[in-house]
């Protein structure tokens, strides 16, 4: 008999003989004279598990596939038979060559945390190690999955390379200093922070003997030493591929990254993590209008790659998790994303506001929209997917490329950024054209108190054949969340880093 997986053997023509292995859905048993029992097998390769018909004449239907419980693991051989309905089964009949043989036993069953009822999130939260067992958190493994091989895909398709940027920099891309710090340095007994004069002999010993043992800092009144830390200098997780991958832009043309990335932002909201991964794409002598073509484009197959490789997934998440995904997807796939510049979205705004429309945060020029500004231009001023254009540049980062003052009619000096807003989440891509003019670089790296000395490489890209290049950063966990329609992004990961948790 031919081993098949239970998402082939769904297809395999009648009267095929096969073997299938997975885990037991449940069972159920008939009042067939003799037994009967029906098993719903799956092996996670699609939604839908596979019925065993496993009747009682099975040397050991008594001794233990009527004692088979939620998950025990089992290897299964029969013939494919079709379905009153019109659908495929196994038979498992012994005179054709049947056989149930049970792999796995699930210990005590009635407390295997993963019970055939609904759960709640928070429950599955409790349990992550086993979540991925039920039907919600199997499909979202598998459209996970989906993503990240059609992400591959397009930009192979498009001649861009993939590069492998650093997890541990000493650079903070944002600007924003909410960085993990990397260090073997033993910080746990700092000196009191005095005066050389009012320093104890004791407390000078101690200092001294400290800054003698490996992995000790140079405690100086309080502050560390980091030339004595491992990398010789103060480093942490990186928040963004994006400078380094630029540093292979200005090579290779046409290059990606797609890593995990780290915030330590002590948030508890259902959209944010301290451990979440990036697709950030890099094009060189682009403008912003064409990264904004990318990312359209991007979104785009994005879409289409899970509603035609997993439609029983997306009919899943249609039908529990969000009434009307599918028509939502359908749309933003179907219908061009209008530009905007982010000065007249502030006009349109205010204008609402003034017609009576509630925000609970206010609407200014220079502000930051929130996610209830993005929801209400793109679900219901345009009904459609808008892409903000030309940010104010008190807003943004400093690598973003200065417009010429006036640019959109702004009132103040703005930047050549992008945000791309779709129904149902707002904010799905942050991008940006790249200053590529040292002068200006330099001067907004200033501006924003960064130490320009720690920039000396990214510097270099614009002293050495320096070109107009452009890219974006699409958070994957956010995109699996407009994907699926889940509303936490704790539960589109495996294993959710957040503040005071980092089980499993």
């Given at each position: 008999m031919a081993w098949l997986r239970v998402v082939d053997a769904l297809k395999a023509e009648v009267g095929t003989k096969v073997t299938v292995k997975g885990w037991i859905r449940t069972r159920r048993d008939s009042k067939a004279e003799g037994g009967l029992s029906f098993l719903n097998v799956h092996d996670g390769t699609c939604f839908d598990p596979i019925q065993v018909v496993c009747p009682g004449s099975l040397s050991n239907y008594a001794s233990e596939i009527s004692k088979l419980t939620t998950h025990c693991s089992v290897e299964c051989d029969g013939t494919i038979v079709a379905t009153p309905k019109g659908g495929k089964e196994i038979s498992a009949d012994p005179a054709n060559g049947g056989a149930v043989r049970v792999i796995g036993w699930v210990d005590d069953p009635d407390h295997y945390p993963?019970?055939?009822k609904q759960h709640t999130m928070e429950f599955l939260r409790e349990n992550a190690h086993l979540r991925v067992r039920t039907n919600t958190f199997g499909a979202v493994a598998r459209i996970r999955h989906t993503l990240s091989m059609a992400m591959h895909r397009f930009y192979h398709e498009r001649g861009f390379f993939y590069v492998h940027t650093p997890i541990i920099t000493a650079s903070d891309c944002e600007g924003a200093g909410q960085m993990f710090r990397v260090s073997t340095l033993d910080l746990m007994r700092p000196l009191p922070r005095v005066a050389p004069e009012q320093e104890s002999a004791e407390a000078k010993k101690l200092r001294e003997e400290f800054s003698k043992k490996p992995n000790m800092p140079a405690w100086t009144y309080g502050q560390v030493d980091h030339c004595k830390d491992f990398f010789g200098k103060e480093a942490h997780l990186t928040v963004s591929g994006q400078l380094n991958v630029e540093t292979y832009c200005t090579a290779l043309s046409r290059v990606y990254t797609f890593g995990p990335t780290f915030r330590a932002e002590n948030s508890n909201t259902s959209r944010h993590l301290a451990e979440f991964w990036m697709i950030e794409p890099e094009i060189a002598f682009a403008d912003l209008q064409a990264d904004s073509e990318l990312a359209e484009d991007f979104i785009k197959y994005?879409?289409?790659?899970?509603?035609t490789e997993?439609?029983?997934d997306m009919k899943?998440?249609?039908e529990r998790i969000e009434k009307g995904l599918l028509t939502r997807l359908g749309h933003v796939l179907n219908t061009p994303f209008r530009r905007l510049p982010y000065t007249e979205a502030i006009k349109i705004l205010e204008k609402a506001i003034a017609g009576g429309k509630k925000f609970e945060y206010p609407v200014k020029w220079g502000i930051d929209?929130?996610?209830?500004?993005?929801?209400f231009l793109t679900e219901e001023?345009?009904?459609?997917?808008?892409?903000l254009m030309n940010y104010p540049k008190q807003i943004k980062a400093f690598y973003m490329r200065l417009n010429p003052p006036g640019t959109d009619g702004a009132p103040?000096?703005?930047?050549?950024?992008?945000?791309?807003?779709?129904?149902?989440v707002g904010e799905i891509i942050g991008g940006s054209q790249r200053e590529e003019r040292l002068d200006v670089l330099d001067a907004r790296i200033t501006e924003m108190g960064l130490p320009i000395k720690e920039y000396w490489w990214y510097r270099d890209l614009r002293r050495y054949g320096t070109v107009p290049h452009a890219g974006f950063g699409l958070g994957f966990e956010r995109a699996m969340m407009f994907i699926t329609g889940m509303g936490n992004v704790r539960d589109v990961i495996p294993f959710p880093r957040t503040p005071g948790s980092a089980e499993f």
């Open positions: 993963i019970q055939p994005l879409i289409n790659a899970c509603l997993r439609a029983d899943f998440f249609d929209l929130q996610s209830e500004h993005e929801r001023h345009f009904k459609q997917p808008v892409i103040g000096d703005t930047v050549a950024a992008m945000d791309v807003l779709v129904p149902g």
